[in-house]
């Protein structure tokens, strides 16, 4: 038997207020063009279930990371909602990563304990509510725009990115001195 799992999906509130959230105005031809009619379904969950992840982990989460590259991004954030066993988990991490890629499930135990305390519908509202009246925009890795050099970060890369401008300046030129 198959326990009942927790879904967590854009409603037409939600929806609405992603799409409020789309980069515009920029200088990559594929982005910033409006949809077609309403922000398609599964385009509206991926974009929440990424804008949550930011919210549950911390920068650089190797085990949510891991995590969302083994199982995606919605599924992987109904498993946590749902709390799930973490050998269950460890079990179809370990069948998508392979055996000596995938955490043990002692530490997706510790993962979800975290991020289960930092799963609040009225938060990531509050988060997307934010974002708008600041004027910021949120990109995805399969935005046009995402800076391919974000791939470098393997598991420890960024679910999304908050920004305001023009996000072709983030795939620019930079120099960063550290120290």
Do not use: C, Y
Not at 7 to 27: S, W, Y
């Amino acid at each position: 038997m198959t326990a009942l799992r927790t879904r967590i999906r854009a409603d037409g509130e939600l929806r609405d207020r992603i799409a409020q959230l789309l980069p515009r105005n920029t200088g990559t031809p594929a982005v910033g063009k409006p949809e077609a009619g309403p922000l398609a379904q599964e385009r509206a969950d991926e974009i929440l279930a990424r804008i949550v992840w930011s919210r549950l982990t911390e920068p650089g989460d190797e085990v949510a990371g891991m995590l969302i590259d083994a199982l995606g991004t919605g599924e992987s954030l109904d498993l946590v909602a749902s709390r799930a066993p973490a050998r269950e988990i460890a079990a179809r991490m370990r069948e998508a990563l392979g055996e000596d890629e995938a955490p043990d499930a002692r530490r997706i135990a510790a993962g979800i304990e975290r991020w289960f305390a930092r799963l609040s519908r009225t938060e990531s509202v509050a988060d997307l509510d934010r974002g708008a009246a600041l004027g910021m925009s949120v990109l995805v890795p399969d935005d046009p725009a995402w800076p391919a050099a974000l791939a470098d970060l393997g598991h420890h890369a960024p679910r999304s990115l908050w920004m305001r401008g023009d996000p072709a300046s983030l795939s620019a030129f930079s120099l960063a001195v550290v120290g």
